[in-house]
C-alpha cells in the first residue's frame, strides 16, 4: 500500500520515527562545539534552541526567521545580523567583503523589508596586509551602493598574531517593511508550490574548489547577489507565502526548516532542481548532494499553487531569476517533512544537513 506521495507503509514508519525523534527538547551532547555546529543544519539548529533561545526566552527569537520584525513608532522595521568567517576571503565572483553586505540585505528581503542601513565590525589579525583590508572595504562600499544601503556605524577589534585567521566580519542590518504582506510559516498551505530563484550550489562549489585543496578545475564562480530587487518583483506579483535565503545547509536545509515550522510536508521534485552541470559534476567527484551546498544569491519561496505562474514569470524577468524554477509543492502529509521524487521514480526523505561537508562558507 502507498500513500499519495508514493510511500510505502514501511517508509512511513521510519518518517513516524523520524517525527518522534524531532518533537523532543533539543538538548546539546557534546561538551565542545564543534564545526558542526556552525554547518546550519541539525547540530547548528540544536545548539540555537538549547543554548541561545533557551537563555534569550524572546518569541521573535524562538522563531528562528533571519530577522526579527520590530515596532517603532508607526514603522514596521527589519533588523537581522549576521557573521563571516569565509576562507578563503578572496574567491571567484566575490570576497568577504561583498559577500556581508549581500548576505544581510538578503536577510532583510526575504523578511519583505526594504533593506536601508548597515553595521560592519571587523575583527583582524595583527599583521593582516593593510592593503587587503582596503580591498575589502571597497568590496563592501561597492556592494552597499548596488543595493542601495548605507553602512552607517561599526566596530575594529584586532586580536594577536596566530588567535585569529586575517580577517572576520559582523554585520547588521535594518530595513523598513512597506507590504501588508504577512510571510512566514503560519501563511503556508497544502497545494503550495515551491520555487527556487536559480540553479544551486554555486557559491559552496566555489569556495571548496578555491581553498586549492583538489585537483579539480572549473570555470566557476560564487552566486554572491543582493536579492532585494527579485524578491520584490515577486512580491509585486502576489501570492507569496514564505520566503528564505539558500546559504548554510543549501535549499534541503532550508526546504526542512520551512517544513518544520508550517507543519506540513514537502515534496520535491529531483529533476526540477536547477542545477549547472559543471557543478553537478564537482558534486558527484566529492560524493556531496548539491541540495546541502550553500548558495549566496539564491532564494527559496512558497507561493499559492494558483499563483505559481505569474510568481515564476516574475522571477525569470529579472537576471538573477531567469533560471528560476518551480521545484514541488507542498502537501497535508508528512507534516514537518520533506521528500524528495528521485530521477528514478523512488522517494526518499531529505532530512537535514547533519555533518559540515565545507566549514567556513560564509
Same mark, same amino acid.
Given at each position: 500500500?502507498?500513500?499519495?506521495?508514493?510511500?510505502?507503509?514501511?517508509?512511513?514508519?521510519?518518517?513516524?520515527?523520524?517525527?518522534?525523534?524531532?518533537?523532543?527538547?533539543?538538548?546539546?551532547?557534546?561538551?565542545?562545539?564543534?564545526?558542526?555546529?556552525?554547518?546550519?543544519?541539525?547540530?547548528?539548529?540544536?545548539?540555537?534552541?538549547?543554548?541561545?533561545?533557551?537563555?534569550?526566552?524572546?518569541?521573535?527569537?524562538?522563531?528562528?526567521?533571519?530577522?526579527?520584525?520590530?515596532?517603532?513608532?508607526?514603522?514596521?522595521?527589519?533588523?537581522?545580523?549576521?557573521?563571516?568567517?569565509?576562507?578563503?576571503?578572496?574567491?571567484?565572483?566575490?570576497?568577504?567583503?561583498?559577500?556581508?553586505?549581500?548576505?544581510?540585505?538578503?536577510?532583510?528581503?526575504?523578511?519583505?523589508?526594504?533593506?536601508?542601513?548597515?553595521?560592519?565590525?571587523?575583527?583582524?589579525?595583527?599583521?593582516?596586509?593593510?592593503?587587503?583590508?582596503?580591498?575589502?572595504?571597497?568590496?563592501?562600499?561597492?556592494?552597499?551602493?548596488?543595493?542601495?544601503?548605507?553602512?552607517?556605524?561599526?566596530?575594529?577589534?584586532?586580536?594577536?598574531?596566530?588567535?585569529?585567521?586575517?580577517?572576520?566580519?559582523?554585520?547588521?542590518?535594518?530595513?523598513?517593511?512597506?507590504?501588508?504582506?504577512?510571510?512566514?510559516?503560519?501563511?503556508?498551505?497544502?497545494?503550495?508550490?515551491?520555487?527556487?530563484?536559480?540553479?544551486?550550489?554555486?557559491?559552496?562549489?566555489?569556495?571548496?574548489?578555491?581553498?586549492?585543496?583538489?585537483?579539480?578545475?572549473?570555470?566557476?564562480?560564487?552566486?554572491?547577489?543582493?536579492?532585494?530587487?527579485?524578491?520584490?518583483?515577486?512580491?509585486?506579483?502576489?501570492?507569496?507565502?514564505?520566503?528564505?535565503?539558500?546559504?548554510?545547509?543549501?535549499?534541503?536545509?532550508?526546504?526542512?526548516?520551512? !517544513?518544520? @515550522? &508550517?507543519?506540513?510536508?514537502?515534496?520535491?521534485? %529531483?529533476? +526540477?532542481?536547477? =542545477?549547472?552541470? $559543471? /557543478?553537478?559534476?564537482?558534486?558527484?567527484?566529492?560524493?556531496?548532494?548539491?541540495?546541502?551546498?550553500?548558495?549566496?544569491?539564491?532564494?527559496?519561496?512558497?507561493?499559492?499553487?494558483?499563483?505559481?505562474?505569474? !510568481?515564476? @514569470? &516574475?522571477?525569470?524577468?529579472?537576471?538573477?531569476? %531567469?533560471? +528560476?524554477?518551480? =521545484?514541488?509543492? $507542498? /502537501?497535508?502529509?508528512?507534516?514537518?517533512?520533506?521528500?524528495?521524487?528521485?530521477?528514478?521514480?523512488?522517494?526518499?526523505?531529505?532530512?537535514?544537513?547533519?555533518?559540515?561537508?565545507?566549514?567556513?562558507?560564509?
Amino acid at each position: 500500500m502507498t500513500t499519495e506521495t508514493g510511500a510505502s507503509e514501511r517508509e512511513l514508519r521510519v518518517l513516524e520515527r523520524i517525527e518522534r525523534a524531532r518533537r523532543r527538547r533539543p538538548k546539546v551532547r557534546e561538551e565542545r562545539v564543534t564545526l558542526a555546529h556552525g554547518a546550519g543544519g541539525k547540530a547548528s539548529q540544536t545548539l540555537v534552541e538549547a543554548v541561545f533561545v533557551d537563555a534569550f526566552r524572546d518569541p521573535r527569537l524562538a522563531e528562528l526567521a533571519d530577522g526579527a520584525t520590530l515596532e517603532v513608532g508607526a514603522e514596521r522595521m527589519v533588523l537581522t545580523t549576521d557573521s563571516y568567517v569565509i576562507s578563503p576571503l578572496f574567491f571567484p565572483g566575490g570576497d568577504i567583503g561583498d559577500l556581508a553586505v549581500n548576505g544581510t540585505v538578503n536577510d532583510l528581503a526575504v523578511c519583505g523589508a526594504r533593506p536601508l542601513y548597515l553595521s560592519a565590525g571587523f575583527i583582524l589579525e595583527e599583521g593582516f596586509p593593510i592593503d587587503d583590508l582596503r580591498r575589502v572595504a571597497a568590496s563592501m562600499a561597492a556592494a552597499a551602493a548596488r543595493a542601495g544601503v548605507a553602512v552607517v556605524t561599526g566596530d575594529t577589534k584586532v586580536v594577536q598574531r596566530g588567535k585569529g585567521d586575517g580577517c572576520y566580519v559582523n554585520t547588521a542590518g535594518v530595513g523598513v517593511l512597506e507590504r501588508a504582506d504577512a510571510l512566514g510559516a503560519a501563511a503556508v498551505r497544502p497545494g503550495d508550490a515551491v520555487l527556487v530563484s536559480g540553479p544551486i550550489g554555486e557559491h559552496g562549489v566555489t569556495i571548496m574548489l578555491a581553498r586549492g585543496e583538489l585537483d579539480i578545475e572549473a570555470d566557476l564562480r560564487s552566486d554572491t547577489a543582493p536579492l532585494h530587487e527579485p524578491i520584490a518583483a515577486l512580491l509585486d506579483a502576489g501570492g507569496v507565502r514564505m520566503l528564505r535565503d539558500a546559504t548554510r545547509g543549501g535549499v534541503a536545509t532550508v526546504l526542512n526548516e520551512m !517544513a518544520r @515550522a &508550517a507543519e506540513t510536508g514537502i515534496v520535491v521534485d %529531483e529533476d +526540477a532542481v536547477p =542545477v549547472r552541470p $559543471v /557543478v553537478n559534476g564537482a558534486c558527484e567527484l566529492l560524493g556531496i548532494d548539491p541540495l546541502y551546498v550553500a548558495c549566496e544569491g539564491r532564494f527559496v519561496a512558497v507561493v499559492d499553487g494558483a499563483r505559481a505562474d505569474a !510568481a515564476l @514569470a &516574475a522571477l525569470r524577468a529579472h537576471p538573477l531569476g %531567469e533560471s +528560476a524554477a518551480v =521545484v514541488g509543492r $507542498v /502537501v497535508d502529509d508528512p507534516p514537518g517533512l520533506v521528500l524528495l521524487r528521485t530521477s528514478f521514480g523512488g522517494t526518499r526523505v531529505v532530512d537535514m544537513l547533519v555533518g559540515d561537508p565545507l566549514p567556513r562558507i560564509c
